[in-house]
């Protein structure tokens, strides 16, 4: 298993970050967003999105709507399962609704669709909120897709 620790000290650090890391990814990826409620993830996730091709405006959590797809270089889908309270309540989806199988998926509190993925390269996020303006950023994966991401980073 890879792992890499950030240091996000500012908005332009974590910034450029997400950008780094869109700069990296590839159709079929998959990122786990973990964290505490304002630890960053939609932060991260904005940035991460306009690092390609989607105006930062434009994406917002999809708390409510459970899935918010754009279009950018890939189709990406931003799945947020916060208001989930049982794995169950997946069952009602197809795969097409939370996975992007030729585009970039993006899972705000990821705890319930872990038991959905099956051999899709994952990348986990975990924030970490160390102050009001500082986060760490804990990336984790098994995949060796990423290694050059981890290694860029």
Known sequence: MSKLILELNSL??????????????FPGAVLLFWGNMGAGKTTFAKSLCAGLGIPHETVISPTYTMVNIYSGKWTILHVDLFRLT????????????LFADDGITLVEWPEFITDHLTDEPVLNLYFKTVSEYQRQLIIKSEFDDFDTLLKTL
């Open 12 to 25: 332009e650090i974590t910034d450029v970050v997400a950008r780094k890391t869109a700069a990296h990814l």
């Open 86 to 97: 049982a794995p169950e309540q997946l069952d009602d989806f197809d795969r097409e609704d």
